[in-house]
């Protein structure tokens, strides 16, 4: 990295490390407390009903179908937003 000793490099990577860590557990929490809001409801069984088992897993694989279009999205605009400023630099 530009500017910085290897000893600030490691500690930015170390810090990025930790955010992004930090930032998929929140994104798992998120998804864990929406799912079990959304899909769980009866608590007079240690196990899950078919149909609380079958929203699970619905839900969950909807929400990694949003985060991954979201991410692709966010890719796309990123990249459509680069390619104006190499065109502004010209």
């Known amino acids: 990295m530009d500017g910085l000793t290897q000893a600030e490099t490691r500690e930015l990577e170390q810090r990025m490390a930790k955010r992004q860590v930090k930032e ?3 994104v798992f929490s998120n998804l864990v407390d929406h799912c079990f809001t959304s899909c769980i ?24 179908a949003l985060s991954q279009r979201l991410s692709e ?4 605009q ?10 502004g630099l010209r």
């Open 24 to 26: 998929f557990l929140n």
């Open 41 to 64: 409801d009866d608590f007079t069984s240690k196990s899950l009903s078919n149909r609380e088992s079958g929203c699970v897993t619905r839900c969950v694989q909807k929400q990694m």
């Open 73 to 76: 999205r966010f890719q796309e």
């Open 78 to 87: 990123n990249a459509a937003i680069a390619q104006q400023q190499q065109g």
